[in-house]
């Protein structure tokens, strides 16, 4: 008789553990997928703006020039990334119109999640040389502190790729409603060489 009852209350103890079990093994997996990801990203968009800043900025001011090489270099080197990495470039192309010397590709085609994949590059970022900040999401420049601060000219390249997480499904189980961010940004930055 007292065998039952310790099958019965391990059952018991199992069907209430369970659901915490499965989210804390999605978790792990969700979370790891996101942290690799997340380096990517940042590998990926440090390489762009290497290979970017490495280029003459003298294609940055001619006119005749949509997209200038510098900057197509960079895109090249981050959508030849995601082919090579088997993972989807939502079907960005290499079309965008600049503003000042930032261009902005954005695509949400091919099945990509939204908001897709964005890729921000800036060939004339600017931050002040006694310090390093952390560059942002969208690659805007820092202001200057004054007339007689050096200033570093530089490329910031930024990818910010949609990622459809599975945890917050799982943690809905449990009665949670976290909201996880819809997108991971990796962010690069390559002081220009010319």
């Given at each position: 008789m007292a065998a039952r009852d310790d099958r019965a209350a391990q059952l018991a103890e199992f069907?209430?553990?369970?659901?915490?079990?499965?989210?804390?093994?999605?978790?792990?997996?969700?979370?790891?997928?996101?942290?690799?990801?997340k380096q990517k990203l940042t590998n990926v968009a440090r390489d762009a703006a290497r290979d970017a800043a490495g280029d003459p900025?003298?294609?940055?001011?001619?006119?005749?020039l949509s997209i200038p090489a510098s900057v197509l270099d960079a895109f090249q080197v981050?959508?030849?990334?995601?082919?090579?990495?088997n993972l989807n470039d939502c079907g960005v192309t290499a079309t965008g119109s600049p503003t000042g010397l930032t261009w902005t590709f954005s695509s949400n085609k091919n099945g990509c999640t939204p908001p897709g994949l964005t890729i921000i590059i800036n060939r004339g970022y600017y931050f002040p040389a006694s310090q390093t900040p952390t560059p942002s999401a969208t690659c805007v420049s820092q202001a200057p502190g004054g007339t007689n601060t050096p200033v570093i000219?530089?490329?910031?390249?930024?990818?910010?790729?949609?990622?459809?997480?599975?945890?917050?499904r799982v943690a809905s189980l449990l009665g949670r409603t976290d909201t996880l961010p819809n997108q991971i940004t990796g962010t690069g930055v390559a002081l220009n060489e010319n």
């Open positions: 069907a209430i553990t369970l659901p915490l079990l499965v989210c804390f093994v999605v978790g792990i997996f969700d979370f790891s997928s996101a942290f690799t990801l900025s003298n294609d940055l001011s001619s006119p005749n981050v959508d030849n990334y995601f082919i090579a990495n000219v530089a490329t910031c390249v930024s990818i910010q790729y949609a990622y459809p997480w599975r945890f917050g």
